[in-house]
């Protein structure tokens, strides 16, 4: 396996995040999920994403990952 190294931005997150679903609907218990994040890498498998993700309070079940 061959590492990478890859440089994020070291600012803060753009003012301007963008949407996001991550949080799927039937699991949340209580509160709205307003979410909305940036991403600033994604590799090409789609396993691995790195950026600023945020989200009004909620209340919500964690799946365990298959």
């Known amino acids: 396996m061959s590492a ?3 440089r994020l931005p070291t600012d803060s997150p753009p003012s301007d995040l963008e ?3 991550y949080i799927p ?3 949340v218990q209580s ?3 307003r979410e909305r ?3 600033f890498y994604a590799d090409q ?3 691995f994403d790195a950026g600023a993700w945020e989200c009004e309070p909620i209340k919500h079940v964690i799946e365990a990952a298959p």
């Open 4 to 6: 990478k190294c890859i």
């Open 19 to 21: 949407p996001t679903d």
């Open 25 to 27: 609907p039937e699991t």
């Open 31 to 33: 509160g709205e999920p």
């Open 37 to 39: 994040g940036w991403s």
């Open 45 to 47: 498998t789609g396993q």
